[in-house]
């Protein structure tokens, strides 16, 4: 299925966007109790007994998700989250979570693009926040470092396998999205077929 | 590593109504008739809870429900007043991570009597910290504000979100995001 939400496609070569549904509930209860992705977001550590108690959670934290799935195989792969809105000053939080299997995939950065390109245009939002964790920020710096910017360190902030981490907050403004002005972008965005 | 277990429960307690200095008490029923007014303007209601939504007084009501429950370690609430009883702000622990011991700190403030909000919310800090439970809360302030009018010790500043805030029509503040600390709170 190929949804328009605000009348935009949020699909892109490889990924899909749907908005979160009951069905999706069990595999991203999967995805999200797994190792190690426990320990990031949006779980930190807690744990639900079933899929049914992660489904209110995830709506206690975003009433703007989608879950993003593989074109080809159908499969749900990951979430994505607008956080802590802010309509007044029309910034947004955003959250990811990942199939572990994939995080040194590049591929899968579409679905956050798709997302970003989906605030900005389709929503509105003048600026995007990411917060990160100081490992993830280790393990992806590369793939962020030509498009946000950073700006703030919370430090010893997640406690992460009993110990603190920093969490590395970066931004990136409506101004500085040109996707169409960039090769890579260009190319991770355009429509399917 | 930080307990998430229920503190026992610490309401504000309310000094002498001739008591001259600055005091902080439970949030009443009543508080709604000075919160409503002051959340209609824009630098009042600057960064508090609602983000930009319009509060209604149904909003106000439920944050007031809120706060009286006091037995939540998840959050902490107290109205600040002079040392007259009048009320000069609403703080607020919200947000509140009991895994990780973190949370935010949120005040509305009624920019008339300002004066006695860095003792207001060095009271409240005492309170909030072993009320929730918590190791840091972090306090969002724009740029042009000067810290120390509203913190005692205003803790390491972990950033600046550029151009964040609505102040007029295109324009948008910086806001310094200040640590403070639990084993730093005055």
Redesign the interface.
């Known amino acids: 299925v190929n949804e328009r939400v605000m009348g935009m496609p949020l699909t892109g070569r490889r990924v899909t966007l749907e908005r979160l549904r009951g069905r999706h509930l069990a595999a991203l209860y999967r995805l999200t109790h797994a190792e190690p992705t426990i320990h990031e977001w949006p779980l930190y550590g807690r744990h639900f007994a079933s899929p049914d108690q992660l489904g209110p959670y995830l709506e206690t934290l975003s009433h703007l998700q989608f879950v993003i799935r593989q074109r080809d195989t159908g499969e749900v792969i990951g979430l994505v989250q607008g956080l802590d809105e802010d309509l007044r000053s029309k910034t947004i939080g955003i959250g990811v979570v990942l199939a572990p299997e994939l995080w040194r995939s590049g591929w899968p950065l579409e679905a956050l693009l798709v997302f970003v390109d989906y605030l900005f245009r389709a929503r509105g939002f003048r600026k995007l926040y990411f917060h990160m964790l100081a490992s993830t920020l280790d393990r992806v710096g590369s793939v962020t470092s030509w498009w946000l910017t950073p700006e703030c360190v919370y430090r010893r902030h997640v406690l992460v396998q009993d110990r603190y981490e920093d969490v590395h907050i970066l931004g990136l403004h409506r101004r500085d999205w040109d996707p169409h002005n960039h090769p890579l972008l260009r190319q991770l965005l355009s429509p399917p077929g | 590593?930080t307990s998430s277990t229920s503190p026992t429960p610490s309401a504000p307690t309310a000094s002498a109504p001739d008591d001259p200095v600055p005091f902080l008490r439970p949030v009443g029923r009543d508080d709604a008739e000075w919160i409503l007014p002051i959340t209609g303007h824009?630098a009042a209601s600057h960064d508090w809870s609602p983000?930009?939504?319009t509060a209604s007084p149904l909003f106000v009501d439920a944050v007031i429900a809120l706060a009286q429950t006091t037995d939540d370690a998840r959050t902490y609430f107290a109205v600040g007043c002079d040392g007259g009883g009048r009320p000069v702000g609403l703080f607020q622990a919200v947000t509140v991570?009991p895994?990780?011991?973190?949370g935010e700190l949120h005040v509305l403030i009624d920019d008339r009597r300002a004066a006695t909000v860095r003792k207001l919310l060095a009271q409240f800090l005492r309170r909030a910290f072993p009320h929730c439970d918590l190791?840091?809360l972090?306090l969002r302030m724009a740029d042009r504000f000067d810290a120390t009018t509203y913190l005692e010790q205003p803790g390491?500043v972990?950033?600046?979100?550029?151009?964040?805030?609505?102040a007029g029509r295109d324009r948008?503040d910086d806001l310094l995001?200040y640590?403070l600390w639990r084993e730093e709170a005055p």
């Open positions: 590593m824009w983000r930009g939504f991570d895994i990780s011991a973190t190791r840091k972090h390491p972990a950033g600046r979100l550029t151009a964040h805030d609505r948008y995001v640590e």
